[in-house]
């Protein structure tokens, strides 16, 4: 979870943070904290840093946070690492190398692999966040009815705002929209005590819908998956995990159905998913993208006897981002990985590399020897130079 996603997720949610702390309390420290976020927020991803920014506009206006100096300052300080960073670039690098950061946004805006449709965020938010999506819409509307315009603006219309920006631009990922998770939560909570408080009958079925059926769904599936094993081609260990987890979340939130404490339910209800999502991380069943790869590469570590061989790649193989991500998950298999060779050509007796066929096929003689060639490694091969 380190990555610059979540920092810059995190350094949002402190700028609208600093604003409402210094709507309500009218300390600089705050008005100060509500400019210098937005550079540090651009220093990490640069023109994304606009759509937060944007959004806060109105509110930035509406309590004249424009007209104060010490806003101004935080803004310019903010900036500082970045221009830094400029400076350190361009007199290194030059200014070609610099301006690959503003074609950032012309690839942002145009097709490119992450290109999804304007309504990707619509079906793509809901999918990732159960099972508080019926919760979550609940309290987006409950929000818009709010009286108080501080909480109305940053439960209701700033989310909206960012969720309509990000949704033009061309290149979509499930993470962007990380940084109105923490209003998503607050949304989900508001809608959680809408449906435990709430007498009317349109809440009762939601209170069916979400703490019984769910529930009693996730149990007979966990309980068919485990009659039928052709269902799910995993291995045993893995099994006991889908159904800890799943038996787990469905318990905790039948058992807050039928508990009267509303806080008691409040915890059931939040302890269930805490409860699934540690499990299914910690085991590696959630996180775990490349197992079939680090699988097969640990039994062909343990067969080829690797554990203390240097094993090179060959860095002119590397021609496209396709086969670079792949030599990197490889890579990280290794127990001891080289510097990397420019071509076959550099690689000692007796020693071992990742290259392609291609290359192999360009020697033409019996010096190298293929160790595996597994589909899994493609295009990678490796090898071992035995003359």
Known sequence: LATQDIVFSSIVTFGIFSCIKYFKNKNNIFLFFTGIWIGLAFMLKTYLALIPTLALIPFLIFSKIFKKKFFWIGLAIGFIPFLIW???????????????????LISLSSKNTFTNPFYYYLWNIPLNIFPWTILLIIGFITSFRYKNALDKYFL????????????CFST?????????????????????????NNKKLFFSKVRFFNFKFIPFILIFSTIYINIEPSVLKIDNSEKLILS????????????????????????????????????????????DRTQELRITSKYLVEQ??????????????IRDSNAQSKIIKISLQMPKIGNGLKNINEL????????TKYSLKKKNNNSYKIIDDSEIFKPWILIIRQK
């Open 86 to 104: 400029s400076f350190k670039i361009i007199s290194i690098y030059g200014f070609l190398s610099y301006s690959g950061l503003f074609n950032k």
């Open 156 to 167: 209701f219309f700033y989310p909206l705002i960012v969720f309509f920006l990000l949704s």
């Open 172 to 196: 979509k990922t499930p993470y962007y929209f990380l940084q109105i998770l923490s209003l998503i939560s607050l949304n989900t909570y508001i809608g959680l005590v809408e449906v435990i």
């Open 244 to 287: 800890s987890a799943l038996f787990l979340f469905s318990l905790s939130w039948i058992c807050s159905d039928f508990i009267k404490s509303k806080r008691k339910k409040i915890i059931l209800t939040i302890l269930g998913p805490y409860l699934m999502t540690v499990l299914f991380v910690q085991s590696g069943t959630l996180n």
């Open 304 to 317: 080829q006897n690797l554990k203390d061989k240097t094993v090179e790649v060959i860095k002119r193989d």
């Open 348 to 355: 000692k007796v007796n020693q071992y590399a990742w290259t």
